[in-house]
């Protein structure tokens, strides 16, 4: 499933590699990879296949799921697909709490009691999944599982996640992008390298 992902993602340049020519990202780091999984949400056939695949692996590895949580705002339409497929309530967990009205950060279903799954885009250092599922335990759900469309693979992200005591799961990483990319003839042996030696200097 990993390198049939990964493939798509590469076909509808939701994850674009270019050792060659860097990307900028918004902290400022140069990388040779960017991933904007945002895209996924707007062809019809990737979407499926993603949330078909997101389907999967919560029955794997968390079938007592009761609530499908998403994160704003990346992790919110697949939450949706998902919780639709697996006629299973849905909320969203804010960055912060609203300024009006009720003051929520978690909108939708009522998370207290609950089993829940947080549903990601993407997990690069697991920062905002993590301060997602904080917030849902916060308001009395137990959360079983992250699940991403995506990781870097690196691992400040792991180190995270263990501190947390929680765990994580990606329908696709790094590698197997590597791995699809390379036999394609997108990548050569020393852009490869290029690309590697950056997520283990992350």
Known sequence: MKE????ILLDINAVELRPDEPFTWSS???SPIY????????????????ADAFTEMIRMYAPEAEVIAGTSTAGIPHAAYISERMNLPMCYVRGSKKKHGKGNQIEGADVAGKKVVVIEDL???GGSSLEAAETLSENGAEVLNIIAIFTYGIEKADQAFDRAGLTYHTLSDLDALLDV???KRKLNDAQR????NFKNNL
Request: charged share 30%.
């Open 193 to 196: 390298e290029t690309v590697i």
């Open 4 to 7: 049939r992902i990964a493939e």
């Open 35 to 50: 991933c904007d999984n945002r895209k996924v949400i707007g062809d019809v056939d990737a979407r499926a296949v993603i």
């Open 123 to 125: 997990i690069s250092t």
């Open 28 to 30: 400022g780091i140069i």
């Open 181 to 183: 990319s390379t036999k």
